[in-house]
């Protein structure tokens, strides 16, 4: 039987296992999808291992997903844009690495709360591995701007121009700022919160809480899911008003494995209905 895995540092509470095996029952397909706790200076060797047992492929979380990058043999355009993979898939002759946290965002944004992406102005706000993870896929989805704003503003400034060439190519303009400039040109039409602030307990990642940057009936997500994403969202959904849509990263988390899903079996899951069964577990 084909054995796949999540491979982190933590893994124990991963909802991947659930959606695999959820994605498996409703395609048919005949797999095991195991997790893999690897030391935190032991990645390589972990996945060399599970790889030589004759695994198919793993996905991989943090805070191995820059390791995963060098280790693979092969990379996705967006894996390369991203500077990290999620998703290795072991062939014969290469180990392919993907990255389809972005994809997972986007198919989050565009089907799942069907708000298309094109010609909006989108805020992204934070500029460490989830927020490059997105960011070229997010620029695919041809929005007309993208404002990175980051407690260091050097950082949101290196991304921004790490994807320049690939946003004039979409025709998306792209801006980089500190945390208290986040409306340069106006407010914005999606906030996204790629920060890990609400686990350092600040759930409103802007210095000043009082600012507003969605406008409204705009869309507010948050790359975080459950509790950690209720202070974001709320803040948020005082801007966006009655007509807005707000997300956690649960969509995000379903739809990103759907799309290794579909890199490893050649299967696209019907991700809709996992994620409202998820949805429904967790209330
Ligand atoms: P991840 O892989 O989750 O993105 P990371 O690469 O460590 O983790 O990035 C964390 C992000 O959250 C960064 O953008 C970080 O800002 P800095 O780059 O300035 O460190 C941001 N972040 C963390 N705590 C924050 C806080 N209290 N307020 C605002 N931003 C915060």
């Known amino acids: ?22 994605f498996a029952t409703q395609t048919g397909q005949s ?19 599970f790889a030589a047992g004759g695994a198919r492929g793993c996905n991989v979380t943090v805070p191995f997903k820059f390791d995963a990058f060098r280790l693979a043999t092969r990379r996705t355009p967006r894996a390369q ?3 990290a993979v999620n998703t290795l898939r ?6 392919l690495g993907d990255n389809t946290d972005g994809a997972g965002l986007v198919a989050d944004i565009e089907r799942n709360a069907a708000r298309p992406l094109r010609g909006l102005r989108v805020l992204l706000i934070g500029a460490g591995g989830a927020s490059a993870g997105v960011l070229g896929s997010l620029i695919g989805a041809r929005p007309a701007a993208i404002h990175v704003v980051n407690r260091s503003p050097d ?3 290196a991304l921004v121009e790490s994807h320049r060439g ?7 303009r792209l801006g980089a700022g500190a945390l208290d400039t986040p409306t340069p040109d106006g407010l914005h039409d999606v906030v996204i919160n790629g920060t890990s602030a609400s686990l350092g307990g600040a759930g409103v990642p802007l210095p000043d809480a009082g600012a507003t940057v969605l406008s409204r009936g705009g869309l507010a997500i948050d790359m975080m899911y459950g509790p950690a994403a209720a202070t974001f969202l709320n803040w ?3 801007q966006a008003g009655p007509n807005g849509a707000l997300r956690d990263g649960l ?8 799309e290794a899903f579909l890199l490893w079996r050649g299967v696209r899951p019907d991700s809709a209905a996992v994620l409202a069964d998820l949805r429904r577990q967790l209330e």
């Open 1 to 22: 039987i084909d054995r796949y895995a999540v491979a982190g540092n933590p893994v124990a509470h991963s909802r991947s296992p659930q959606i695999h095996a959820a």
């Open 90 to 95: 072991f062939d014969a002759e290469d180990w």
């Open 251 to 258: 969509g995000m988390l379903v739809e990103q494995a759907a």
């Open 155 to 157: 950082k949101a400034l």
């Open 236 to 238: 948020a959904g005082a």
């Open 166 to 172: 690939w946003a004039d190519d979409h025709g998306v």
């Open 81 to 83: 844009l991203a500077g």
């Open 31 to 49: 797999l095991v999808y195991e997790r893999l706790l690897c030391p935190l200076d032991g990645f390589d060797a972990e996945i060399r291992a």
